[in-house]
């Protein structure tokens, strides 16, 4: 069924007003000619008329809201139909009364109730097949129902009825003259009314028509100003409009696209098969495009290939099925995408080379390294008596220089591995891994390290945590400046992290340098009074932040210093635009 437009419904809508007043002023002025004198019986003849013509226009009425439901589906077009068919039914007992003076056509009532009811139930079983099935299974109900056929009897019946009550109209003539007078003036008064409400639904549709223009106008400026490429087509593949931005896509004006199908933007196999897979979908509905969007490859005029993003929505203006796609070029981004790939190639390579070349390092420093510490040790043995005190100063110097050598390169092997040598991540005790960890780096006796409530279980690489506090209570116990040294270990609740915390009783850090000492290899004491690879801090850094958290120092001089970081209570690796707390 074609859809009408808005003017076209409001015009159709007044005509059928029109027509019913015309009808029903016709019939009022016909019928109360003949009831002059007998204006009671013409009130209750009117009555009865426009009762019946009423009950025959409810049908009506609510076969039409029935059909706006099975057309759209919605279930506030149904309301009118239900309060016709309360209507209908009221109208019918009222018509009961009407017709008291008139057996004869009172007795014709229960068959127009029958007639009424049987015709409902016809609709309403429709109405529960579109419900239930939908609208193809409510099309088939009623194309198997005898509807038209019952209305024509309704029809027939109510015609019946009216002519009959017009009849007793006519035999009352000479009594009904003095309300036909009163039924011109009202007609008058009707037809003054029509004619004004014609005049402002006029009014009102030529306004709704500019309305519409400028609407259309502006929606047309959109489209032909959008950065977008779009285009139209309609079932049968045939392009209905071609925007600026597709004409610069592919080459063509719209002239040369307009009116061919949408396949010669295609390169093949594509350009053969989209007109299958149009027909598919318009007879299964199963959609491989449409409403999804996807990567899809298009054809210039020139025949070169074009990367594109596709986006194709459905929609339905009457009984015809459009399409619009809306194109994005993606060749700047295919180039990004492939330039990252490339780039990503190289950072792996170098990666690689730097490893390789971590361990070669290793391995061709630690073996010297490791002879003169030999050497060291054969001279201080074999010639201590022949050597003066400076002499065993010199070599115990030296001895300490190679050992504090092999302690940076395994700083550096160890700051290498971390992200690239994964373990196993498990449920992780901390209250045992510290308690471990002290025991391993034996404090002397001066030192006291206390765990403060209880800590958590996280999920992690063992040996990864174990360096994190190893190196944090280590160097808490390396630094420390007082007679007695005391280090606490605690936790705090942070949401989706732990905040973990070590803080000692040490000198304390500057605030200016608060940031460094987490840098690779900066130290804030000379080498010769404190033995320091600066690598320590550097990897509880790098440890903390592959998994998610951050960590950061709380000091002032003299007052002691607390290392705090974060944890996640999750497994997980550090999520994109995620910050710790």
Do not use: C
């Not at 006519?170 to 039924?183: C, E, I, L, W």
């Amino acid at each position: 069924m074609k859809r009408w437009t808005v003017e076209t419904q409001v015009l159709a809508g007044f005509a059928l007003a029109v027509a019913v007043l015309a009808i029903v002023g016709a019939s009022l002025y016909r019928t109360t000619l003949g009831f002059i004198e007998t204006s009671a019986a013409v009130g209750r003849a009117q009555q009865a008329l426009t009762a019946l013509e009423g009950i025959y226009s409810l049908m009506n009425q609510a076969e039409s809201r029935q059909r706006s439901y099975l057309l759209l589906g919605g279930e506030s077009d149904l309301a009118p139909r239900h309060t016709a068919v309360a209507r209908m039914n009221a109208l019918a007992a009222e018509l009961d009364q009407l017709l008291a003076d008139d057996p004869a056509l009172r007795a014709r009532l229960p068959e127009l109730q029958r007639r009424i009811a049987v015709r409902l139930a016809m609709l309403d079983a429709v109405l529960e097949a579109r419900r239930g099935s939908g609208f193809e299974a409510a099309q088939r109900q009623l194309a198997a129902s005898p509807g038209r056929d019952e209305m024509q009897k309704l029809h027939e019946l109510v015609v019946f009825m009216q002519g009959a009550v017009r009849a007793r109209l006519d035999a009352r003539q000479h009594d009904a003259q003095q309300g036909s007078r009163r039924t011109l003036a009202m007609l008058g008064l009707l037809f003054a009314l029509a004619v004004a409400a014609l005049t402002a639904l006029y009014a009102r549709i030529r306004r709704e028509a500019h309305e519409r223009r400028e609407s259309e106008e502006r929606l047309d400026a959109v489209v032909r100003s959008a950065g977008e490429g779009i285009l139209t087509i309609d079932a049968a593949g045939r392009v209905e409009s071609f925007n600026p931005a597709a004409e610069r896509l592919f080459g063509y004006a719209p002239a040369e696209v307009i009116g061919s199908n949408v396949s010669r933007l295609m390169p093949e196999p594509d350009r053969s098969q989209h007109d299958g897979y149009l027909q598919r979908y318009l007879g299964s509905g199963v959609a491989r495009v449409i409403g999804i969007g996807r990567e899809v490859t298009g054809q210039r005029k020139d025949g070169s290939p074009i990367a594109l993003g596709l986006t194709v929505t459905e929609m339905q203006l009457g009984t015809r099925r459009l399409f619009t796609g809306i194109l994005h070029d993606l060749t700047e981004r295919r180039r990004a995408d492939a330039r990252q790939a490339e780039l990503i190639d190289d950072l792996q390579a170098v990666n690689e080379e730097l490893r390789n070349f971590a361990y070669v390092v290793s391995h061709d420093l630690k073996a010297p390294l490791r002879g003169i510490g030999s050497l060291a040790d054969w001279l201080v043995s074999d010639y201590a008596d022949k050597l003066d005190d400076q002499g065993r100063e010199y070599l115990t110097l030296m001895k300490n220089r190679a050992s504090r050598m092999d302690a940076l390169i395994d700083g550096i092997l160890e700051y290498s591995r971390v992200g690239r040598i994964n373990e196993t991540h498990v449920a992780v005790d901390l209250n045992v891994l510290v308690a471990e960890t002290v025991q391993m780096l034996a404090p002397p006796p001066e030192v006291t390290v206390t765990v403060e409530g209880t800590l958590p279980t996280v999920v992690g690489e063992r040996t990864r945590l174990q360096q994190l506090f190893q190196n944090l209570i280590s160097n808490a116990i390396k630094h420390r400046d007082k007679p007695e040294g005391r280090i606490r270990v605690a936790a705090a609740d942070a949401g989706t992290f732990w905040q973990l915390s070590i803080a000692d009783n040490g000198p304390g850090i500057e605030p200016r340098h608060h940031e460094r000492v987490f840098q690779l290899f900066q130290v804030l004491t000379p080498r010769d009074q404190k033995e320091s690879t600066g690598v320590g801090l550097a990897l509880v850094k790098k440890i903390v932040e592959l998994y998610g958290g951050r960590v950061w120092i709380e000091s002032q001089p003299g007052e002691g210093s607390t290392f705090l970081f974060t944890l996640p209570k999750a497994a997980r690796a550090t999520h994109e635009g995620e910050q710790a707390p």
